[in-house]
């Protein structure tokens, strides 16, 4: 559906930057071409679009592992992806970025490979692979020949269980994260931003912190801490295992029964009991100086865990809001008041509640103050239900346009499966999610928008650059 997960925000454009991604298929691309030509072209509204279901076939391994796969006959190559409940969200109170560690220490050996020979296994097959880590999950994808699919079913299984962490490689890779979080974050304009709304619109949710974790965590950590981890969350029940492409259904059962099945769990309890966050009652503003050339601010607004009744029309009124040039937070900031250089909204949509933003970069002698007013009006217009049907046409087709480019490639289609029967517990909805969309009415949105894009319920994060900057 073209969402966001929280590892990949980025303050500066709302996005990080991508993930790696398997080249799309000259027939996928061709198939995407086709289908947008047929959206856009024929002209029919959002609603009348139907989309054809994709056959999806799950199953539950005796070791509670979870598999979902969705066969097609398209190129011939498969990804595999495996979804571990081991997110952000899952870090005790010390070990904040544990989860991401992880994400880098599953390439780094085990009792049958060597540290790079997984990846080595992969690319000389043909393939690509690669993983990410959100505040839900951890995830670690492959793209195949199908002819290798056994292949990286084997080497997901082995890692699984007998990954090797030693203390060389858990120093290694400690520091790969520390100089990640400089790249990405602290040496990135805005790149604490986010962080800082996310640690005072929180008070007691796992999402306070964010997925690339906390370096004075990171080094107060013990190789023992890091081992009980691994043997608490790296287990069959507690992982799903996603197959998408061209692949024989029989085989990749059989290959799952014979690498995964053997596969104990260790019998240490995985924690669940997640705080909730009380409702906010009072508006909160934080005010930062920073070493950035312009000032900014960025809105967060408490908003419902993805897949419930809400989270969808709050989906449409970011890309109202936000999503390309003609958005009307777009329109009024840049276009037509011309004070702000850059301006998106975002549903930062998660498997509990989350937040609903709204960020802005300000023009030379504009304030924060500035844009906040301009951007309460079009919030305020949002909520009186003055939503245009070409404007709500608009947001859904973008909809639609994230429906196809996302499952272009098998890759992009396992990401989408995964994230809908790992995180929001329903497989179905891979096939269902878009209808949904398509289905609300501006008066939902409006309702939406009423509910929850309101003073009370944000969190304010200004930002100021410092003087003689």
């Not at 030509?37 to 509670?64: C, D, E, M, W």
């Not at 858990?170 to 640690?199: C, D, H, I, W």
């Not at 390309?324 to 276009?335: A, P």
């Not at 939406?448 to 930002?463: F, G």
Request: hydrophobic share 40%; net charge negative; aromatic share 10%.
């Amino acid at each position: 559906m073209g969402r966001i997960h929280p590892a990949q925000i980025n303050p500066t454009s709302c996005f990080a930057a991508p993930l790696i991604h398997a080249r799309p298929s000259a027939s996928g691309i061709a198939r995407g071409v086709l289908l947008i030509a047929f959206l856009f072209l024929s002209r029919p509204t959002a609603a009348q679009v139907k989309f054809p279901s994709i056959s999806l076939h799950t199953y539950l391994l005796p070791n509670g592992l979870q598999v979902v796969m969705a066969p097609d006959d398209g190129a011939p190559v498969t990804s595999v992806e495996v979804w571990y409940h081991a997110g952000s969200r899952d870090e005790k109170p010390g070990m904040a970025g544990f989860a991401h560690l992880f994400e880098h220490l599953m390439f780094d050996g085990t009792r049958n490979l060597a540290p790079d020979e997984y990846s080595n296994y992969i690319v000389r097959s043909g393939g690509i692979d690669n993983a990410y880590t959100t505040v839900d999950a951890t995830i670690f994808w492959e793209t195949v020949p199908s002819v290798d699919l056994p292949v990286a079913l084997w080497l997901e299984a082995d890692r699984m269980r007998n990954l090797n962490i030693t203390q060389t490689t858990f120093t290694n890779e400690r520091e790969v994260v520390a100089e990640e979080e400089k790249q990405r974050f602290s040496n990135q304009p805005y790149g604490n931003v986010m962080a800082a709304l996310y640690r005072n619109a929180f008070t007691v949710s796992p999402y306070r912190h964010r997925p690339i974790g906390d370096m004075r965590d990171l080094d107060r950590a013990t190789l023992s801490d890091v081992r009980s981890f691994y043997d608490t969350y790296y287990v069959p029940e507690n992982a799903t295992v996603v197959i998408v492409g061209n692949f024989d259904e029989n085989q990749a059962v059989t290959g799952v029964e014979q690498y995964f099945g053997p596969l104990k769990n260790t019998g240490l309890p995985i924690p669940r009991n997640y705080p909730q966050e009380p409702p906010q009652t009072a508006e909160r503003v934080v005010k930062l100086t920073q070493p950035v050339a312009l000032p900014a601010f960025v809105e967060g607004y408490h908003m419902p865990a993805d897949g419930t009744p809400d989270a969808y029309p709050l989906e449409l009124a970011a890309k109202i809001l936000a999503d390309g040039e003609s958005s009307w937070l777009f329109r009024r900031l840049v276009y037509q008041k011309q004070i702000a250089m850059q301006v998106d909204c975002e549903g930062d949509f998660a498997g509990m509640p989350s937040l609903f933003f709204v960020f802005a970069v300000m023009n030379p002698g504009h304030t924060p103050d500035e844009g906040e007013a301009e951007a309460d009006h079009v919030i305020d217009r949002l909520k009186d239900g003055q939503i245009p049907f070409q404007d709500l046409e608009r947001a859904k087709n973008e909809v639609l346009r994230d429906y196809v480019l996302n499952r272009q490639t098998a890759q992009s289609r396992a990401d989408a499966l995964g994230y809908d029967a790992a995180v929001l517990k329903d497989p179905d909805l891979f096939n269902t999610e878009v209808e949904r969309l398509l289905r609300l009415s501006a008066a939902d949105v409006a309702r939406a928008a009423r509910k929850y894009l309101v003073k009370s319920n944000m969190t304010l994060v200004e930002v100021y650059p410092e003087k003689g900057k």
